[in-house]
């Protein structure tokens, strides 16, 4: 499956974007979906993840409130719509797939940055 990310770019601090994550060659229902960033100097860490029927939903503690992680299976696409942005949300963001929950992410999207001026 094949993955591209969109929609991030520079927000003022307190503002919104919203990152889509479109999936082709196969059925992203297939597929636990996940957000991860990487800010500068910091190791890539896990921000959100969606299972395949968006029921269930987690996220790192310092997301939680402001971050949502959504998917429509029947466009093949994911989201994460982040609120109230802080300039340490600052990072390149990228989406991953996983066929389980045991063996990671089996493919990734291309980064997008993402930067929060204060």
């Known amino acids: 499956v094949q993955l591209q990310a969109s929609g991030g770019g520079l927000v003022l601090a307190g503002g919104s974007l919203r990152l889509s994550c479109a999936a082709s060659?196969?059925?992203?229902?297939?597929?636990?979906m996940g957000w991860f960033r990487q800010a500068p100097g910091k190791e890539r860490e896990l921000v959100a993840r969606i299972s395949r029927s968006g029921i269930n939903t987690n996220y790192t503690d310092s997301v939680k409130g402001r971050f949502t992680i959504s998917r429509d299976n029947a466009k093949n696409t994911v989201y994460l719509q982040m609120n109230s942005l802080k300039p340490e949300d600052t990072a390149v963001y990228y989406c991953?797939?996983?066929?389980?929950?045991?063996?990671?992410?089996?493919?990734w999207g291309q980064g997008i940055l993402v930067t929060v001026s204060s």
């Open positions: 060659g196969r059925a992203l229902s297939n597929y636990i």
């Open positions: 991953a797939a996983a066929l389980t929950q045991t063996k990671g992410y089996d493919y």
